[in-house]
């Protein structure tokens, strides 16, 4: 009896070290590091997945449809590009020249109550996204970005929720060249940023946790790390004056790859852990944008800073959160 146990027990012991001789670093590796990402490569077509079909100002103004698609990888895996967009309401506009005149003076009158939890408490918020944002608060959905590609507007957004307030952020720089991060007829790429503020007190800032979920365009992926989050600071792109490049894009943009991550789907309640997300990064406002949806309105958003992650270029879906235990004032 006494033998059988003892040689169970030796045989179970090389068994074990046979294991962790056969593929430690592969089991180490899935255990401590976040998932790698999925590539594709190349452009494809997409269709209009935004709240306007065309301006009808007649105000002169640089507009793109919002588009989506879907690239297919390797693996057969397929990817919404740039991103998913949610099939709720549109926020108000505070700044619209496309559909409306520009500044929108009775724009606070518009505003109408997302209730999240009936005993919370009332807050508004202001939010300017280059180019696409979807607001989601204590896990609900607020309110989406009307324009989601260009030109750029500026919304207000109200909802009633009981603290601890979690705010959550889905931001996204859209493309015109669908799954290359790449935009107009001159394969700029294009640079994300987003700011709110809430009445409060929250506002975008270096508190917030972000993490990306689509890097575009990419010459080799292998420039990612994923040790520290999904971290694309290593990737080659260039800041130029009239359109940032990348080195794939100028040589032939079908070569352009994407790296993509499964965005969890429970990444906006309030229980979701962001502990491998990392600090999100403030740009100056003349980082981001000029334009007047922003400018003209700045003072709406305080103190707040412009947030993103470590990469304003090439990081294309932004996921951003913050908890608020309760309000700043
Ligand atoms: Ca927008
Ligand atoms: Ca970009």
Redesign the pocket.
């Given at each position: 009896m006494r033998t059988t146990i003892g040689i169970g027990l030796v045989l179970a012991l090389m068994v074990a070290l046979l294991e962790l001789g056969g593929v430690p670093g592969e089991v180490a590796a899935v255990a401590s590091q976040p998932q790698r990402g999925t590539v594709t490569t190349g452009e494809v077509s997409g269709t209009n997945c935004g709240v306007v079909a065309a301006c009808t100002s007649g105000l002169k103004v640089n507009f793109n449809q919002q588009t989506c698609g879907t690239v297919t990888a390797a693996d057969g895996s397929r990817w919404a590009v740039p991103a998913a967009v949610h099939a709720g309401p549109a926020a108000v506009d505070v700044y619209n020249d496309c559909t409306g005149p520009g500044d929108i003076p009775d724009y606070m009158s518009q505003v109408k109550t997302v209730v999240v939890d009936p005993d919370g408490v009332e807050v508004t918020g202001h939010v300017f996204?280059d180019?696409?944002y979807e607001l989601y608060v204590n896990g609900t959905f607020i309110a989406k970005?009307g324009?989601?590609m260009t030109p750029?507007?500026s919304t207000v957004v109200r909802f009633r929720a009981k603290y601890p307030i979690t705010y959550a952020i889905k931001a996204v720089d859209w493309e015109t060249h669908l799954g290359i991060g790449l935009e107009y007829d001159r394969y700029n790429v294009g640079d994300g940023g987003v700011i709110a503020h809430f009445s409060d007190g929250t506002i975008t800032g270096p508190q917030w946790k972000v993490e990306t979920f689509y890097i575009a365009p990419l010459g080799d992926p292998g420039c990612v790390t994923t040790t520290s989050g999904h971290d694309s600071t290593a990737c080659q792109a260039e800041k130029r004056q009239g359109g940032n490049k990348a080195p794939c894009g100028l040589a032939d943009p079908k070569t352009c790859s994407a790296l993509h991550f499964a965005i969890p789907g429970n990444w906006a309640a309030p229980g979701f852990n962001d502990a491998s997300w990392v600090r999100a990064t403030v740009y100056p406002a003349s980082d981001v944008t000029a334009t007047p949806g922003y400018v003209r309105h700045a003072k709406l958003f305080g103190p707040a800073e412009f947030i993103w992650t470590r990469n304003l270029l090439l990081d294309n879906v932004v996921l951003a959160r913050h908890t608020v235990p309760a309000p700043a004032r």
């Open positions: 996204a180019n696409y970005d324009m989601g750029f507007n």
